[in-house]
């Protein structure tokens, strides 16, 4: 079955290092997008793709980067991890045919020391 | 601006009553969603409204769309343990992908 896949589902991190995490989704979704989730804030959009090699900055882009090299995946990179990225990171996908549902991955709680 | 405003942000219930919650735009909606996240889940979508003043229904779950497409609801009738979760409401930008979520009504529910 089709599915979108994050990993990993849990990080703990260090204030400065650089952090990746993975999205994966296997039913050939052109649109692509990061959220975080934080209380009192509900979900909040980081970046979207919108097809191979497009890329777009969302409410909450500052300190995030992504890069779109197929399909599948579309990993959001945090550059330098501060604590107040610390945060659950959801990944999610939609077929770009219309403004149509999303469908969201499990989820990355990230926790930056 | 492009915010949608939910209400209540937390509903406590007894099981068997009924709940509502609802998301408001000061702006026109060309459609809205609604999710909802299980404790510890992720978002899992339910339904999308796009005429003004629809209403679909999904068993105990109605969903409206206000007929000036500024505002829209979702109600449960005679709750259950299972219906526990945070519901979302999210509106698309015009010929846009994005989603701008609301901040959620979390439900709970007593048995």
């Known amino acids: 079955d089709a599915e979108i896949t994050q990993s990993p589902r849990h990080k703990i991190t260090e204030t400065g290092r650089q952090v990746t995490l993975a999205c994966h989704q296997t039913?050939?979704?052109?649109?692509m997008f990061w959220y975080r989730q934080d209380l009192g804030h509900g979900l909040r959009l980081i970046h979207y793709?919108?097809?191979?090699?497009?890329?777009n900055k969302g409410e909450v882009s500052d300190g995030y980067s992504v890069s779109r090299s197929n399909t599948e995946d579309l990993p959001l990179t945090l550059e330098s991890a501060a604590s107040s990225q610390t945060s659950v990171y959801f990944c999610?996908?939609?077929?770009?045919?219309?403004?149509?549902?999303?469908?969201f991955g499990p989820g990355t709680r990230l926790l930056v020391l | 601006g492009q915010q949608v405003m939910q209400i209540p942000q937390y509903q406590h219930v007894q099981e068997g009553e009924d709940f509502t919650t609802y998301c408001n735009s000061s702006?026109?909606?060309?459609?809205i969603q609604w999710y909802k996240q299980r404790p510890g889940g992720h978002p899992v979508f339910l339904i999308q409204?796009?005429?003004?003043?629809e209403v679909k229904k999904q068993k105990r779950l109605t969903f409206q769309f206000g007929e000036a497409k500024k505002n829209s609801s979702l109600h449960i009738t005679a709750t259950q343990t299972t219906d526990v979760g945070t519901y979302f409401c999210?509106?698309?930008?015009?010929?846009?992908?994005?989603?701008?979520f609301g901040k959620g009504t979390k439900l709970s529910v007593i048995p």
């Open positions: 999610a996908s939609s077929p770009g045919t219309a403004q149509e549902r999303q469908y």
């Open positions: 702006t026109t909606l060309s459609n």
């Open positions: 999210a509106r698309t930008g015009a010929g846009s992908y994005q989603l701008t």
């Open positions: 039913w050939n979704h052109n649109n």
């Open positions: 409204l796009v005429k003004s003043g």
């Open positions: 793709s919108y097809g191979v090699q497009d890329t």
